[in-house]
């Protein structure tokens, strides 16, 4: 059976991470968090202990190591061999890594390392522009959305079990404005894929949304 190359694009906190994840773990694929190289370039950028510039983030990814490890249905995401999988994790990294995503320099480097990724096959990969721009070549592309409520109390939910005290009212604020972020900036931004498939999980169970990706790849 040939392996496929999958693209996922969306919104933050349309689920994509987590059932991408599962669905590459009942496939034998490798999953690619495309998302958590952009966090790993913000963190390394917070890790200065400056404002944070354009040419500061510029200058970073200049000269970072990023690696990604899947092992055990698990990314690990390593910064210059350092493992960072939690810390990239963090509200401060949330809040600037638009600005890190929409610095050409910042995605042609992240770009290259992600197509090489994929030459394979057996892939799943998730972000906001691989149907559009990084694996325009894909062989499934699907589009996952859901409402700004769901997402935020998804977002709600997560953060709180990690420990930290969110505000409902401001997350969807926050999500509100990365949306407009990511669909308005002027380097590969957010839109679904004239070839892509969408799928709304505002009303799906993290199951069937695993479900409904893997019928398509099978």
């Known amino acids: ?106 995605r042609e480097k992240l770009v290259e390392l992600q197509r090489n990724m994929a030459t394979q096959g057996g892939v799943i990969m998730d972000g906001r522009d691989i149907a559009t721009n990084v694996l325009p070549n894909a062989d499934i592309k699907l589009f996952l959305t859901a409402s700004i409520a769901e997402r935020a109390q998804r977002r709600y939910d997560e953060m709180k079990a990690k420990g930290y005290d969110v505000d409902m009212d401001q997350l969807k604020k926050d999500i509100a404005a990365r949306d407009k972020a990511d669909s308005e900036r002027e380097i590969s931004p957010l839109v679904q894929a004239e070839d892509a498939e969408l799928i709304d999980t505002s009303d799906m169970s993290i199951d069937e949304v695993v479900q409904a990706i893997l019928d398509r790849c099978r």
């Open 1 to 106: 059976m040939k392996k496929l190359v999958v693209a996922i694009d969306g919104p933050a906190g349309a689920g994509k991470s987590t059932v991408a994840q599962l669905a590459a773990k009942s496939l034998g694929y490798t999953y690619i968090d495309t998302g958590a190289m952009y966090r790993a370039v913000a963190w390394k950028t917070l890790q200065q202990n400056q404002e944070v510039t354009d040419e500061l983030i510029v200058d970073i990814v200049s000269d970072i190591s990023v690696v990604l490890e899947y092992k055990g249905g698990k990314t690990f995401v390593y910064v210059d061999g350092k493992d960072v999988s939690g810390e990239i994790r963090t509200p401060e990294v949330t809040g600037i890594v638009s600005q890190v995503a929409a610095l050409r320099p910042v």
